[in-house]
Each structure stands twice: as structure tokens, then as C-alpha cells.
């Protein structure tokens, strides 16, 4: 690297494709020559990679936005807050760039000619999301201990609540072989664990021409990528619960490298309120997908996403999403106070639910879930204290491994001499409720 080189810094909010996308601009920028610097260090640019999933997102990416302008003089904004809301992004300080989506394949060549000091023609550069065939950069390159790949932009439900198929358009799969030749460079390049995200990864393979039944090609896709040297542990981004059909369920047997968890976005227990958010399934169907997966691999747990407070969540639809939580048996929750979202159906209904009354609500269901996690980890450590649990080491402080197992558990303060990015047995000891303990298997 030149000693002159520009220095880039990159903040990534939201999701795991946006966290991909930003990792893919950052590899790029480096093979161009430019430093890759933490973000709010002094920087020739910085990156903003924003979010609008919830208003609060778009609070949240209006402050990295500010903060970016503090430590460089030019910011660079893309992501699904630029998507919807172009102008008013380009109207903040220092901001000399913005694109939205469609927009991140070209990000490095734009970012590029403005270090050169080449004005872009107009600041804020966003277009509609196209519908475009698949055209993206790749990520060869391992930039973190689990490396991302994206296989599928866009988005197929018209959720009341959501305004990420307007910021992402229709789904885009990104082609098999594609996916896996990014999978066979990054296990050549050193990683061992790979996860396959997509803003909606059920529908992978829905916009084929040759275009197989739900879920299928997404089965197809992982017992291929489990075929790939090198990569030791698959894991999947969030899912919709009927991706998990019999044809899923047997892919997920037949693939060693499969890791057992799954994090499913299912937003309510509530069959009624699951209806007014345009929601596909019932809480009824959500259980009997969990079951045929703990068929299919014994042990495997499960995450989920919920929303607590959407307009005209009685009380005791919320008593039944907090008893369909505990029935499920969920090892961690996101939970989400309904936040209005400008633009959508939901922002227009009737029969608010007072916001004192959401977060009482998310905070019961936090204690609950809380309770859950607990015992589920006491059962877990009697599990494997003589059968180990194999961590992958995402942190070595003082001698002392952290990471998460292959159930997504995490594991603090093991002993041991294991390098960042290696997979290890480990037997368990101890659990606070929140993360286990243990040594080495063998020592």
C-alpha cells in the first residue's frame, strides 16, 4: 500500500446483505489501494451504508450520517435510507454522494474518481429499484471470522408494516454458480464458515426462468455449497417459516455443514394480527415448520423476530404471542416496538396502540424470552458437558476464546491457544443465562 493512500472509513447499518455489500466495497477499495480505516477516525471519506427498516433506523442513519461529516470532509451515503429518502441526504453536511441500491455494484468506481478529485455529475444519483437480472459484485475475500454471501436482493411480500420491497424492489437471485465460485475463493482464501443472506433468502431462485417450487432451489443451493472444500459450517440469514418445507427439511439433514439454527422472521403469535401484517402463514404453521425441523436435526434452536404494539394488538393477542414464544421455545428474540413507517398501509390503520403501551409490552416479552433462553442454555450445558459443542473462535483475549457454537450459542473465557477463525471442541461448564462457559475438549 502506497503510504499516501486514501483513507476510507465504512459504517454498515441494518441487515447482513447491507453488512455483505459494505465488506464487498471495502475489498474493492483495498485491491485499488486505498486504507480501509475504522469508522470515525480521521478519514479522506467515509461510507455510510444506511437502514430503513423502522423510523427508528432512519433516525439512526440521519446521526451516522452527522457523525460521518465529523471525521471526513467528504461522506458517501448509500443503502435503503438513500433509497427513499435521496434528497434529504444529500442536503446534509459534507455529503458529496449518494446511491441507493442498485447503486452499490458501482459504489467503488464512484468513490474512486471522487478521491481523484471528479465531481459525480449530481449528488443524489438514486434511481428505482430496476428489477434488474443479477448484476453484483462478489466477496472473495474473507473480511470477518463468518463471511456473508449474498444470494438474493428484493424482496416478494407486500408486508402492511414494511417499506423494503419499495427500498430493495422485486426478488433477484444472484445465479448457482455464481454463489458457489464465490464460496470455492473464499475457502481458498481461508474461510471456514459462510452464510447465505438474502433480504428474503426463502424466495432464492423464485425469479429463475426455470423456476422450481418454493424452497426448492434454495435446498438445491446449500447441499451444493456443502459440497465445497474448505468451507466447514454453513448458516442461513433470516428466514420465513415456510421456506421449511419436507424438500428443506431433507436438504438440512443430508448437509453435514448445516449449521442447526435458524432465525426466522415471524413477527407475531397472534394468527389475527399475523393477518392484518400480510403475512403468509399462522402461528399453527410456524410450529409445525420448527417441528419438522427438530426432526430433521435433533438439537437444532431457533431465533425469531417480533413485533409487539401493531395498530389493534389487543392485550390478549399479545397473552397469546407471548404464550406461542414460550411454546415455540425460542433461544434468542428481536423484539421490535411497532414503529409507523410513512408510506405503508399499517401507518394509515385504526386502533393505535399508545407507544407507553408498545414498550411495556416489548419489555414484557423481553423478560420472558429471557426466561426461556435461561432454561434452554441450563439444558444445553447438561447436553454437551461430556458431548462437545464445536466454537468458532471469533475473539482471543488474554489467552481466553469467544465465539458462538454451531446452535448460534454464544461461549466466553474458554482457555486455550486457538487462532481467530478456527473451529474447536469445546465441553461446557456454565451457563449465566445469557452465554456458556467451558474448556477444550482434551485438556
Same mark, same amino acid.
Given at each position: ?34 486504507? /480501509? ?44 435510507? @438513500? ?30 474518481? !471522487?478521491?481523484?478529485? !471528479? ?20 466477496? =472473495? ?7 456473508? /454471501? ?23 437471485? %444472484?445465479?448457482? +454458480? ?20 438474502? /433480504? ?9 426462468? &426455470? ?15 456443502? @459440497?465445497?472444500?474448505?468451507? $466447514? ?23 453435514? %455443514? ?47 423476530? /417480533?413485533?409487539? #404494539? ?10 397469546? =404471542? ?6 415455540? #421455545? ?11 413507517? +410513512?408510506?405503508?398501509? @399499517?401507518? $394509515?390503520?385504526?386502533? %393505535? ?40 473462535? +471469533? ?14 450459542? $454464544? ?11 478456527? !473451529?474447536?471442541?469445546?465441553?461446557? &461448564? ?10 477444550? @475438549?482434551?485438556?
Amino acid at each position: 500500500m502506497e503510504k499516501n493512500a486514501p483513507a476510507v472509513s465504512v459504517l454498515t447499518l441494518g441487515c447482513r446483505v447491507n453488512q455483505y455489500e459494505s465488506d464487498a466495497f471495502a475489498a474493492e477499495m483495498k485491491k485499488r489501494g486505498a486504507k /480501509i480505516v475504522p469508522f470515525g477516525d480521521p478519514a479522506d471519506l467515509a461510507v455510510v451504508n444506511t437502514c430503513t427498516v423502522t423510523a427508528e433506523s432512519d433516525r439512526k442513519s440521519r446521526q451516522m450520517i452527522r457523525r460521518a461529516a465529523q471525521s471526513a470532509p467528504l461522506v458517501a451515503v448509500t443503502g435503503c435510507f @438513500a433509497q427513499i429518502a435521496g434528497d434529504e441526504a444529500a442536503a446534509m453536511e459534507n455529503v458529496v454522494f449518494v446511491t441507493g441500491n442498485d447503486g452499490k455494484a458501482s459504489l467503488a468506481d464512484e468513490v474512486w474518481r !471522487i478521491l481523484s478529485g !471528479i465531481k459525480p455529475d449530481a449528488v443524489n444519483s438514486v434511481t428505482p429499484p430496476t428489477g434488474r437480472e443479477w448484476a453484483e459484485t462478489t466477496l =472473495t475475500v474473507p473480511m470477518r471470522t463468518r463471511s456473508y /454471501i449474498k444470494i438474493e436482493d428484493g424482496c416478494g411480500n407486500r408486508c402492511s408494516y414494511c417499506l423494503i420491497r419499495k427500498a430493495r424492489g422485486p426478488v433477484r437471485s %444472484k445465479p448457482k +454458480e455464481t454463489v458457489l465460485s464465490e464460496a470455492r475463493a473464499l475457502a481458498a482464501a481461508g474461510a471456514k464458515e459462510v452464510i447465505l443472506t438474502g /433480504i428474503e433468502a426463502a424466495s432464492y431462485g423464485m425469479d429463475f426462468p &426455470d423456476r422450481k417450487p418454493y424452497g426448492h432451489a434454495l435446498a438445491d443451493l446449500i447441499r451444493e455449497v456443502n @459440497a465445497v472444500p474448505g468451507i $466447514e459450517r454453513i448458516g442461513l440469514g433470516s428466514l420465513e417459516p415456510t421456506v421449511m418445507n419436507e424438500v428443506f427439511a431433507a436438504a438440512a439433514r443430508d448437509s453435514e %455443514k448445516l449449521l442447526p439454527h435458524f432465525h426466522l422472521s415471524v413477527q407475531s403469535g397472534s394468527a389475527r394480527v399475523l393477518g392484518a401484517m400480510r403475512r403468509r402463514y399462522t402461528p399453527e404453521v410456524v410450529l409445525a415448520a420448527m417441528e419438522r425441523m427438530r426432526k430433521a436435526l435433533p438439537g437444532v434452536t431457533f431465533s425469531a423476530d /417480533i413485533i409487539v #404494539g401493531f395498530p389493534g394488538e389487543t392485550e390478549e393477542e399479545f397473552g397469546e =404471542t407471548e404464550r406461542f414464544c414460550k411454546t415455540a #421455545g425460542f433461544l434468542h428474540l428481536h423484539i421490535f416496538p411497532y414503529s409507523e413507517r +410513512e408510506g405503508t398501509e @399499517a401507518a $394509515e390503520m385504526e386502533n %393505535k396502540v399508545p407507544v407507553r403501551v408498545r414498550r411495556d409490552r416489548a419489555a414484557k416479552l423481553e423478560e420472558a424470552g429471557a426466561a426461556i433462553r435461561r432454561d434452554l442454555l441450563g439444558s444445553y450445558v447438561e447436553a454437551h458437558r461430556d458431548k462437545p459443542v464445536f466454537l468458532l473462535v +471469533e475473539k482471543r483475549t488474554g489467552g481466553m476464546l469467544s465465539g458462538h457454537s454451531e446452535h448460534f450459542v $454464544e461461549i466466553r473465557g474458554v482457555p486455550g491457544k486457538a487462532s481467530v477463525g478456527e !473451529i474447536v471442541p469445546v465441553l461446557l &461448564d456454565s451457563t449465566d443465562g445469557i452465554r456458556c462457559g467451558g474448556k477444550l @475438549a482434551g485438556d
